[in-house]
């Protein structure tokens, strides 16, 4: 089986004007991240946000830190 993947955006977390946080499209239906701005930076690269079947969000921030929800959960185990 063959992956077509088009990366929507490449920027950290907190993109610069006219960049796009990164994400990217596997197979032109699976959303992997998601940018402020993603859905018109997909129709830039002939992908419709209508045909995206499923979204995964990845733990990691563009800095490679756990996200704050992680973090909290980790301190609330530590703490019982």
Known sequence: MAFEVVFVGVSPASPGA???STCFVINGNIL????WNAALSMQSHDLLPTDIDHVFI??????G????GSDRKQE?????
């Open 18 to 20: 006219g960049e796009e």
């Open 32 to 35: 992997v991240d998601t940018g």
């Open 58 to 63: 990845s733990e990691n921030d563009a800095r």
């Open 65 to 68: 830190h756990r996200s704050a």
């Open 76 to 80: 609330c185990e530590a703490a019982n």
